[in-house]
């Protein structure tokens, strides 16, 4: 019996450290007649923001994707659709006391390839849209941001709603196939929007309003992941479903644990397990005092990749904690195409019981700029021993100053600030290469940036 517990707990422990596995299945509708609906007047948000995102895959030049319908006149409609009135354009719209439409650039989308859009409305501000986890276009919403967008009309997937709001519209069904679609009621920074659009999420994450992973395989029914009963029935009825097997590469490699423990020298000990690896370039770990990624501070160089086919173990060595706390953690997997994910957070709460271990010495430094290359924001983090003003000025590659940023009396220890890719006007810079310089009392130190549009 002691030993069936000792199993029965371990995989426990083993299921609770697993992260992730690829998203393989999908929903491949005809184009003819197929879509999910039947959601009711659900995903409401008023007053407040919006952040939506699917995987599709599509030859098609025209159908609706995902959305809340408009009913006749009412405001609250808002969808991602291949636009009925230009053909082949992946098209954005955002309907409160006007309507707002914003396109795709730098496709095309409807390539037949699998792609993630990712919708952010932030109603005093900019309706962003992603693709893939990177910037792809924006447009000013705040004249809407008074407009409540308690919509009558109807949620769809894979068709763009009629006038009424409540059944489709004749030829916007989408010729393709769906996968992880979701919805929350609040905003997504651009870092959640690269960490979390290409792996399975939480049913229980912040905010999540509705989330159908399209995972079934069998049944007329999509069902929601949150616990809100939202569940999609697959029109027509007596349709049966065609459930794939060929979903988006929501992971670039099969990551079965992530953990970390504190050793016997006070060090964090960083542990992933990979079952398989194909086109990783490697491994980059992060760190933060909070669990917003936004927050964190990237700490390693590239740590390589083997790219087998056999399970591989990785170790890395914290050694650099040097304050009592709780530390959060998460591990970005960086492919050869360029693609990026992220895994975490794991955390670990830090306590320095030993006696007669003096605490690490904290130094002044710039630490690595990240993302990098970057559009249209990068991460300038640094560490002060000691308080002091900052002074960090960004240059371009002729030596002339386009930015700087200058702090008075910073606290010791870490900071970070954000630059946006412009210049010291408002004005968005070119791609090319940037330097950055800091100077903390007497110390200076330089860091390389790429922005790439």
Same mark, same amino acid.
């Given at each position: 019996?002691?030993?069936?517990?000792?199993?029965?707990?371990?995989?426990?422990?083993?299921?609770?450290?697993?992260?992730? &596995?690829?998203?393989?299945?999908?929903? /491949?509708?005809?184009?003819?007649?197929?879509?999910?609906?039947?959601?009711?007047?659900?995903?409401?948000?008023?007053?407040?923001?919006?952040? &939506?995102?699917?995987?599709?895959?599509?030859?098609?030049?025209?159908?609706?994707?995902?959305?809340?319908?408009?009913?006749?006149?009412?405001?609250?409609?808002?969808?991602?659709?291949?636009? #009925?009135?230009?053909?082949?354009?992946?098209?954005?719209?955002?309907?409160?006391?006007?309507?707002?439409?914003?396109?795709?650039?730098?496709?095309?989308?409807?390539?037949?390839?699998?792609?993630?859009?990712?919708?952010?409305?932030?109603?005093?501000?900019?309706?962003?849209?992603?693709?893939?986890?990177?910037?792809?276009?924006?447009?000013?919403?705040?004249?809407?941001?008074?407009?409540?967008?308690?919509?009558?009309?109807?949620?769809?997937? +894979?068709?763009?709603?009629?006038?009424?709001?409540? +059944?489709?519209?004749?030829?916007?069904?989408? $010729?393709?196939?769906?996968?992880?679609?979701?919805?929350?009621?609040?905003?997504?920074?651009?870092?959640?929007?690269?960490?979390?659009? +290409?792996?399975?999420?939480?049913?229980?994450?912040?905010?999540?309003?509705?989330?159908?992973?399209?995972?079934?395989?069998?049944?007329?029914?999509?069902?929601?992941?949150?616990?809100?009963?939202?569940?999609?029935?697959?029109?027509?009825?007596?349709?049966?479903?065609?459930?794939?097997?060929?979903?988006?590469?929501?992971?670039?490699?099969?990551?079965?644990?992530? /953990?970390?423990?504190?050793?016997?020298?006070? $060090?964090?000990?960083?542990?992933?397990?990979?079952?398989?690896?194909?086109?990783?370039?490697?491994?980059?770990?992060?760190?933060?005092?909070?669990?917003?990624?936004? $927050?964190?501070? @990237?700490?390693?160089?590239?740590?390589?990749?083997?790219?087998?086919?056999?399970?591989?173990?990785?170790?890395? /060595?914290?050694?650099?904690? $040097? @304050?009592?706390? /709780? &530390?959060?953690?998460?591990?970005?997997?960086?492919?050869?195409?360029?693609? #990026?994910?992220?895994?975490?957070?794991?955390?670990?709460?830090?306590?320095?019981?030993?006696?007669?271990?003096?605490?690490?010495?904290?130094?002044? #430094?710039?630490?690595?700029? &990240?993302?990098?290359?970057?559009?249209?924001?990068?991460?300038?983090?640094?560490?002060?021993? @000691?308080?002091?003003?900052?002074?960090?000025?960004?240059?371009?590659?002729? +030596?002339?100053?386009?930015?700087?940023?200058?702090?008075?009396?910073?606290?010791?220890?870490?900071?970070?600030?954000?630059?946006?890719?412009?210049? @010291?006007?408002?004005?968005?810079?070119?791609?090319?290469?940037?330097?950055?310089?800091?100077?903390?009392?007497?110390?200076?130190?330089?860091?390389?940036?790429?922005?790439?549009?």
């Amino acid at each position: 019996m002691k030993h069936s517990k000792a199993l029965l707990l371990l995989l426990l422990l083993i299921g609770m450290a697993t992260l992730a &596995y690829g998203q393989v299945n999908c929903l /491949t509708l005809n184009g003819s007649d197929n879509y999910v609906g039947n959601y009711g007047d659900i995903l409401d948000v008023g007053l407040g923001d919006l952040s &939506y995102q699917i995987w599709f895959k599509t030859t098609s030049s025209s159908g609706g994707i995902m959305g809340k319908s408009y009913y006749g006149s009412t405001s609250g409609r808002w969808s991602i659709q291949l636009s #009925e009135a230009n053909p082949g354009t992946l098209r954005i719209i955002f309907q409160g006391s006007t309507t707002h439409t914003l396109d795709a650039v730098n496709g095309p989308w409807n390539n037949g390839v699998w792609h993630n859009a990712t919708v952010t409305c932030k109603r005093d501000g900019d309706m962003t849209l992603y693709m893939d986890g990177v910037y792809n276009n924006h447009i000013s919403i705040a004249s809407s941001q008074n407009t409540n967008m308690n919509s009558p009309g109807h949620f769809f997937l +894979g068709v763009y709603g009629n006038s009424t709001g409540t +059944g489709p519209q004749t030829g916007m069904y989408l $010729n393709g196939s769906l996968c992880e679609a979701r919805v929350w009621n609040r905003l997504l920074t651009a870092a959640e929007v690269a960490a979390n659009y +290409g792996v399975p999420i939480s049913p229980t994450t912040n905010n999540l309003v509705g989330y159908w992973k399209m995972d079934e395989g069998q049944g007329n029914i999509a069902y929601d992941s949150v616990a809100n009963g939202h569940n999609g029935t697959i029109y027509p009825t007596t349709f049966v479903p065609t459930w794939e097997t060929d979903g988006p590469p929501t992971l670039p490699v099969e990551l079965s644990s992530f /953990t970390a423990t504190i050793s016997t020298h006070n $060090n964090v000990v960083l542990t992933w397990v990979t079952q398989s690896e194909t086109s990783v370039m490697g491994f980059y770990v992060y760190r933060g005092t909070d669990p917003n990624l936004a $927050n964190a501070q @990237q700490i390693t160089a590239l740590i390589d990749a083997t790219n087998t086919s056999d399970q591989q173990v990785y170790v890395y /060595t914290d050694s650099e904690i $040097n @304050q009592i706390g /709780t &530390y959060y953690y998460w591990l970005m997997v960086a492919d050869i195409n360029g693609s #990026e994910s992220f895994h975490g957070p794991i955390h670990v709460t830090y306590e320095n019981t030993q006696p007669g271990i003096p605490n690490i010495p904290v130094f002044t #430094e710039l630490k690595q700029v &990240y993302p990098n290359p970057f559009n249209p924001n990068t991460n300038i983090s640094y560490v002060l021993a @000691q308080p002091s003003d900052v002074l960090i000025t960004i240059f371009n590659m002729r +030596g002339q100053e386009v930015r700087s940023f200058d702090s008075k009396n910073v606290a010791a220890g870490s900071q970070k600030l954000t630059w946006d890719g412009k210049d @010291q006007n408002g004005t968005s810079l070119a791609s090319g290469v940037y330097y950055i310089r800091m100077q903390a009392g007497a110390d200076s130190f330089f860091k390389k940036a790429v922005l790439m549009k």
